[in-house]
């Protein structure tokens, strides 16, 4: 058996002897996912990721990574999937394509939301050169999972917040109704105004198109 088949079994075992058939419907209900759940919470996975041996190759970390998510049976093997990338040791542009699999495979909040914030994020600010394009042709992608993407991918940058990018990943969908659009608007410049108020106000103010929603969500706590 391979170090990666040894690490997968001993993630799906785990999930098994955590399982919780009578919380698996409620969990799968909540969150509308067509793959079902085993029923087993946040907690009890990160227990059991701590529990599991370090990977030390880059190339065995992502081959369980894109194991663990390609081959999932259950939501909660993305969970951990999802966990496991964002392992700051093996963080490069490179990954760039296998988070776009993620996230258009994903194709829903939970996984998207934390893709973009904690994945592509950091790889904003260390690559710029590198992920900033990707991000502006991101915007305006057939995929909104992608143009969300590119809206909240900076929740966490505070200082550090690309202006102009952000300023142009939210133009170029101030007018689409979706929802996960709308809500990532309303979220990211939200996020923005703990550390520019002034400016979310004159942002907010000089675009009369901004949905109520996305409007309120930004100006909620100014």
Not at 202 to 213: D, E, K
């Amino acid at each position: 058996m391979t170090p990666k088949d040894s690490f997968v079994g001993a993630v799906r075992t785990g999930l098994q002897e955590l399982a919780d058939p009578l919380k698996a419907p409620e969990m799968q209900a909540y969150m509308k996912s067509d793959m079902p759940f085993a029923g087993v919470p946040k907690p009890a996975r990160v227990t059991l990721l701590k529990s599991l041996p370090r990977l030390e190759s880059r190339d065995e970390w992502l081959d369980v990574v894109q194991t663990l998510w390609r081959d999932a049976t259950y939501r909660e093997e993305r969970y951990v999937a999802l966990s496991l990338s964002g392992d700051r040791r093996f963080q490069t542009a490179e990954l760039m394509p296998w988070f776009d699999e993620m996230i258009v495979t994903g194709a829903w909040w939970d996984f998207v939301d934390e893709i973009a914030s904690r994945l592509i994020g950091p790889l904003l600010r260390s690559a710029p050169e590198v992920i900033r394009p990707q991000l502006l042709k991101w915007s305006t992608d057939e995929d909104r999972w992608r143009r969300r993407t590119s809206i909240i991918c900076q929740l966490g940058a505070k200082d550090a917040t690309d202006v102009e990018l952000l300023t142009a990943c939210i133009d170029a969908n101030v007018d689409d109704r979706d929802f996960f659009l709308r809500k990532g608007i309303g979220w990211a410049l939200r996020q923005f105004a703990k550390t520019e108020p002034g400016w979310v106000r004159s942002f907010v103010q000089a675009r009369p198109g901004l949905s109520p929603l996305s409007r309120r969500e930004a100006l909620k706590h100014l």
